[in-house]
């Protein structure tokens, strides 16, 4: 593949990655609420139309960091590789967050209740958030601090993209952390941290669709196919 429909490709599945992302997961985060088991009992279709949404976005994730190593190896190959590990873990992460939300639909109002079976539902839930709390938002921060320095120091995208960036993935990362130590942050906080991330990588979406690597620094990483 040249570097041209690389950069294509990946701005497409950034695309889908974000609107899955966030379709997916308010389709699913029904599962969250009390008395969850009754109510998703009674819409059924909508979680598993998220879960299958959550699923494309975990493939879109595969998709990225497998074909921006070619064009990111050229500057540095071992952190083209680590950035590619990342993504493949957060690929996994949300593939076992999506399975978990589809065994917590087993487990609707036909449960018997007491022992393992009535703790079933909340261990599988348990699962499924901290799951998608390392997936969506640690592994994803982390993936991008690399992505973007590498971004950055290759001169493939304008700077000020890749430094708004290292800024977007650094917030999303500390929302990560914080809630995995279990800070609970308001709502608003929780849209601050978030937002840039998603933000920023539509807008280098749009530009890789439209404008491309930037050919002067592909070509100081080692040469642009165009």
Do not use: C, K
């Not at 993936?143 to 960036?165: D, K, N, Q």
């Not at 690597?213 to 080692?222: H, I, M, P, V």
Request: net charge positive.
């Amino acid at each position: 593949m040249s570097d041209r429909v690389i950069a294509r490709t990946v701005g497409v599945l950034f695309i889908v990655g974000t609107v899955t992302a966030i379709v997916g997961g308010s389709l699913v985060l029904a599962i969250a609420e009390p008395g969850a088991l009754g109510a998703v009992a009674a819409d059924h279709g909508r979680v598993v139309t998220g879960v299958l949404l959550e699923l494309v976005l975990a493939l879109s994730v595969l998709g990225i960091g497998a074909l921006l190593f070619p064009v990111l190896r050229r500057r540095d190959e071992g952190l083209a590789l680590a950035y590619a590990g990342v993504r493949t873990l957060e690929a996994v992460f949300l593939m076992v967050a999506a399975a978990a939300a589809l065994v917590f639909l087993a487990s609707g109002p036909g449960t018997p209740a007491g022992g393992a079976a009535a703790r079933a539902p909340g261990l599988v839930l348990a699962v499924r958030e901290w799951s998608y709390l390392v997936g969506s938002q640690v592994l994803l921060g982390v993936g991008g601090l690399i992505l973007y320095s590498l971004l950055f120091r290759a001169a493939l995208v304008p700077a000020w993209l890749s430094l708004w960036g290292l800024l977007a993935a650094a917030l999303i990362l500390l929302r990560g952390v914080l809630e995995v130590y279990g800070l609970q942050l308001p709502g608003a906080w929780q849209a601050v941290l978030a937002a840039p991330i998603a933000v920023n990588e539509m807008v280098l979406a749009v530009w890789l669709i439209v404008r491309g690597f930037d050919a002067g620094g592909a070509r100081a990483s080692g040469g642009v196919r165009r």
